[in-house]
């Protein structure tokens, strides 16, 4: 399953920082492309605020 990313982002990009797919993009709130995520929970375990959550 891909993740997403919540509502709660803070747009720090400490989560694109460590995508190795580089899949997340920088929006309003950071945006995770499902098509190319792998759920390496990287963005999850980075996040300050827990914005990354699985589909």
Do not use: H, Q, R, W
Not at 3 to 27: H, M, N, R, V
Not at 32 to 52: F, H, K, L, Q, R
Request: proline share 5%; with cysteine.
């Amino acid at each position: 399953m891909a993740y997403k990313i919540t509502e709660d982002c803070i747009a720090c990009g400490a989560c694109a920082a460590e995508c190795p797919t580089s899949c997340i993009s920088e929006g309003d709130i950071y945006v995770i492309n499902a098509d190319d995520c792998i759920s390496c929970g990287n963005c999850a375990e980075t996040c300050p605020v827990g914005a990354p959550v699985e589909e």
